[in-house]
């Protein structure tokens, strides 16, 4: 291709000519890619001429985008010659003359264009990087060669000690210096639900859907911090809710119908993540969409984009500057998360954690992720969490022979990474300014063969908002917070067919399991806190054997934290197992409480209403149902149950004051 410092071209009459040492070029005589290194030496005359050469080359790759030029604006060109030098002139092959599919053709130049825009780096970068991982994977390479995993260093908690009280309340003091972000990119097809995942029911007793209990939790919250702080608060908290084209339009309808469950619109963000291009092969050449050769087909890139779009938002920058301390990031169907944050909050604050990732206790070899310190040979160090299936033979390549193993505690030493982080603003901000926002992604093709030159289908690059850790330098504070399972850990995301063939003993992590799981932690919560709760009776729906407790529900207006709880419950009251209990009111108060049957009360902020006495009735019954019963809603059959309303005793304290109810 010529000397040193020099490098040629095929000019259009089929000859080699030189180019400037500002432009470099490599490839055949097919397909050329140019990159143009104008130096600081570099006059303006050279760098035209370079930026000349690049045009013609760029053009004269592509004879059919060549006579379609006219049709666009300077802007649309310059994407198109840049996709042609980066290698995806497969792109204009089928293009007909000018004046046919034009508007087609400029729409596919605009989808580029929010394409490029949307991803740290560009387009360029996207390709380049698409083209190192696959690379790598077709090579098998081992993404944790040279790294030696040990148990990193956290805090492991026991729900209602003296420890975890200490850490919830230092928990709320720093709430009202925390933003709280929501990855609510998805919808339910997975659970056999058609709607967004925040609008499903969390429990079906109330029918409060998960958004309006996240919501009410941040608010109550956001008020016993402001309690702390004796009314020194000077902000609503913020919250962030990261959509996508799915989910978008619904979640503010969801919002905007419901008056925002109670919180100022002023709060609440929405922050879109777009899709990125599919990969048709081992080049990185971008997929034509199989139903339109005028669009690049795409995918989601992964909840690792709520990094990037803080970032570019501006949020974080203005977070700071506000004073803000703390970025709270929790999944979308977790009925019981909230009942941990305080703590794992407090945990971040005592111990200056830069990364908290929220954890529950995991059996060796369970499916799901570990959290694992890393130390590599050439002295890089990262904690983060490493998938299950990577985990046992890296352990086992590393000098431990049972791999993934249980230790003296039941447990794995490498607690479950649930998806919960807590990052300091500070050093957050500090890092994605490096990266751009950019997180470290990953490529996991399906190839045809043994051979790797074919995929099944198309691939794209993803990214997981866990693996921020990845780029930390060694003397980031990263560490994690573990609390019961039974408090913590109740995700929704398993239809019911899949969920019934979850080995026993493992979690389903299915409506049914879910919605029961929230029954069970309150239950259990009541029991630390002196109520006598009867045991748990095993009942088998949509093919899950699920423990079956009181179903026992309140409002975080009641209670947001244990300390809370305990306050509010007093003398010696019990529970049955066929009883259903629905608190609502934010002074109720339980004293010698006998409940068989259901007892729904509330009452206004300003009345403080006392129950005890004996309550009797026939209660609200479980009833099983057919998941494939289409008379009945969605949210119904993939619990597998639905709760028929027998009879209850219902108390509303609607006047201010003391108010008293002892049947």
């Not at 084209?245 to 109670?262: I, K, M, P, V």
Request: aromatic letters at 8%.
């Amino acid at each position: 291709m010529g000397g040193e410092g020099w490098f040629r071209r095929w000019s259009l009459d089929g000859e080699w000519e030189a180019l400037p040492p500002t432009v470099r070029a490599y490839g055949n005589r097919d397909l050329l890619f140019i990159d143009f290194m104008a130096s600081s030496t570099a006059d303006a005359t050279n760098d035209k001429l370079a930026n000349v050469q690049i045009n013609e080359l760029s053009i004269s790759a592509s004879p059919n985008l060549q006579k379609n030029l006219s049709i666009f604006s300077p802007d649309q060109a310059e994407l198109a010659k840049m996709l042609l030098v980066r290698g995806q002139s497969h792109l204009f092959e089928d293009w007909p003359d000018a004046g046919v599919d034009d508007d087609e053709k400029k729409a596919l130049l605009d989808q580029v264009a929010l394409l490029n825009s949307s991803y740290p780096g560009g387009l360029a970068s996207y390709i380049k990087t698409a083209r190192e991982l696959l690379a790598d994977s077709k090579a098998g390479k081992n993404p944790f060669d040279g790294f030696i995993p040990s148990v990193p260093s956290g805090e492991v908690l026991t729900f209602g000690d003296d420890n975890f009280i200490k850490y919830e309340e230092a928990g709320v003091r720093q709430v009202q210096n925390a933003a709280f972000v929501l990855v609510a990119g998805g919808l339910g097809e997975r659970l056999g639900y058609n709607g967004i995942k925040v609008a499903l029911p969390m429990e079906t007793t109330t029918g409060t859907c998960f958004l309006q209990h996240y919501i009410e939790s941040i608010l109550c919250l956001s008020e016993a911090s402001c309690r702390q702080a004796q009314g020194q608060c000077q902000r609503d908290v913020p919250f962030v809710i990261m959509t996508s084209d799915d989910t978008h339009a619904r979640t503010l309808q969801l919002l905007e119908s419901n008056a925002y469950f109670g919180m100022k619109s002023t709060q609440v963000k929405l922050l879109k993540q777009e899709k990125v291009a599919c990969l048709a092969d081992n080049d990185a050449r971008l997929a034509i969409d199989p139903k339109n050769k005028y669009r690049i087909q795409t995918k989601p890139h992964g909840h690792g984009d709520v990094h990037s779009l803080l970032y570019s938002s501006g949020l974080l920058r203005e977070w700071k500057d506000a004073g803000l301390r703390w970025v709270v990031f929790f999944q979308d169907t977790n009925g019981l998360l909230f009942k941990a944050i305080p703590a794992a909050l407090g945990v971040s604050a005592t111990k200056e954690y830069h990364v908290n990732s929220l954890s529950v206790p995991r059996k060796a070899k369970e499916a799901i992720g570990g959290i694992t310190r890393l130390t590599h040979a050439d002295g890089r160090e990262m904690v983060i969490n490493v998938e299950y299936n990577q985990l046992d033979p890296l352990l086992r390549a590393t000098g431990h022979p049972d791999g993934d193993a249980n230790c003296e505690t039941g447990y794995s030493p490498y607690p479950g990474n649930i998806n919960q982080l807590i990052l300091e603003v500070g050093p957050y901000i500090d890092e994605l300014s490096k990266t751009g926002g950019a997180i470290k992604e990953f490529v996991n093709p399906k190839y045809k063969d043994s051979t790797k030159t074919a995929f099944k289908s198309s691939t794209r690059l993803e990214c997981m908002m866990q693996d921020y850790p990845k780029t930390l330098p060694p003397s980031a504070r990263v560490g994690f917070t573990v609390t019961d399972p039974w408090l913590a850990y109740a995700p929704v995301k398993n239809n019911p067919d899949d969920a019934s063939k979850v080995p026993k003993g493992n979690p389903y992590h299915s409506a049914t399991s879910g919605e029961t799981s929230i029954y069970r932690s309150n239950s259990m919560i009541l029991r630390k806190a002196g109520v006598k709760v009867d045991d748990p009776v095993s009942q088998v729906f949509n093919g899950q054997e699920v423990e079956v407790w009181s179903r026992v529900v309140w409002k975080p207006k009641w209670a947001v934290t244990f300390a809370d709880v305990k306050r509010k419950v007093s003398g010696s009251s019990s529970i049955s197992q066929k009883s259903t209990l629905v608190v609502k009111g934010r002074n109720i108060l339980i004293e010698d409480l006998s409940l068989d049957g259901t007892l729904v009360i509330d009452s206004v902020d300003d009345a403080e209403v006392k129950v005890g006495g004996s309550v009797q009735n026939n209660g609200w019954k479980i009833e099983s149902v057919d998941k494939d019963d289409t008379a009945l809603p969605e949210e119904v059959r993939i619990r597998g149950f639905k709760i028929n309303k027998v009879e209850q005793l219902e108390k509303s304290y609607n006047e201010p004051g003391k108010h008293s109810l002892k049947p």
